[in-house]
């Protein structure tokens, strides 16, 4: 299997388009029926091959280049990155022309590597090999637990400070204890809540506010054959932050940290990892976990700049 993200084509649009505009846009122009996201990289794979065998049997239409190459839509405070891996421009036209609440802000062309900002490639950390689907590594470790991450367009390929401070916590409250809950508020590509269902959980809540998150990390409970221990639903932190649970972890920015903070029944959580946190930040958390009988076990910022809490909760 190859890096279905080794070309981006993004539209950053003013506006959101409507249900189904984008797919009758797309129809139109290139015949094509899109259901849904293309974010399974299982059904990539099998796509590509459906295509080597189609290419042997006859001739290619000029719009197959165009089949099954919208990746997904990040929407955010009315505005729309609309992503795909080979250009759409005559789509893009059409749907802009039958909507005048849409304006084409911007038409990007760059690799996955550069939307990402860094290569997406295997990693190990504690007990966990981390790996994109399309480049699994041979690892001889004994005691390893590998989990398949496919980002897609989301953020957070798993090597931020913050997100490998997480991972090292999730590892050692799992180590120390059982834990048979765990809330992974914000969870972008799926990552923690993978680890802790992978580490040990029987029962992991994820949630995001942003829809392509959610359904980027839908497909990588999938590929980890982990749906019957992940739920991963769109929503914001604040309507989730009270749900009991063994651990919560959260890596979030300090607005939405400082919100859930103050929400009746989130420090009633045994364990907590807070983490997304600068150094101006951490100290007001700090400070509010120990006012409100709260206990820090550990602070760690092993880059000088992002900041990771391990606290126990009220009870």
């Known amino acids: ?5 080794e070309q981006l084509w993004i539209y950053y649009l003013d506006g959101i388009p409507e249900n189904g505009a984008l797919e009758r846009a797309l129809h139109e122009s290139y015949s094509i029926d899109l259901q849904h996201d293309n974010l399974d990289s299982r059904m990539i794979e099998s796509d590509s091959q459906q295509k080597e065998s189609d ?10 280049s165009h089949d099954s190459t919208f990746i997904g839509n990040w929407e955010e405070h009315g505005f729309s990155f609309l992503f795909f891996s080979a250009p759409c421009d005559e789509a893009i036209e059409l749907m802009l022309s039958k909507d005048n609440s849409l304006t084409l802000i911007e038409r990007y062309e760059m690799s996955g590597e550069d939307w990402h900002g860094e290569r997406i490639e295997p990693y190990t950390s504690g007990s966990l090999c981390v790996s994109p689907p399309w480049k699994i590594p041979f690892v001889n470790k004994p005691g390893i637990k590998r989990i398949l991450l496919d980002p897609g367009v989301v953020f957070g390929t798993g090597r931020h400070p913050t997100t490998e401070d997480c991972l090292g916590y999730i590892e050692y409250v799992l180590q120390s204890q059982p834990v048979s809950t765990v809330l992974d508020i914000g969870t972008g590509t799926g990552l923690l809540a993978l680890a802790a269902a992978v580490l040990g959980s029987r029962r992991v809540l994820a949630i995001d506010f942003n829809l392509l998150a959610v359904k980027t ?4 409970i999938m590929l980890n054959s982990l749906e019957d221990k992940i739920l991963a639903i769109q929503g914001r932190a604040e309507d989730f932050a009270s749900i009991p649970a ?10 939405v940290m400082r ?3 103050e929400i009746p029944g989130f420090l ?7 983490s997304g946190l600068l150094r101006s930040e951490v100290d007001k958390v700090v400070a ?7 206990t820090v076990i550990e602070t760690v910022s092993p880059d000088g700049v992002w900041n990771t809490i391990l606290a126990r909760g009220k009870i």
């Open 259 to 261: 919100q859930i903070l």
């Open 288 to 294: 509010y976990l120990k006012k409100e009988g709260g």
């Open 1 to 5: 299997m190859t890096n279905p993200y």
């Open 268 to 274: 009633n959580h045994s364990w907590l990892i807070l």
């Open 246 to 255: 063994d651990l919560v972890v959260a890596n979030i920015h300090y607005d």
């Open 55 to 64: 290419t042997s049997s006859h001739e290619v239409s000029d719009n197959s």
């Open 217 to 220: 990390t839908q497909n990588n």
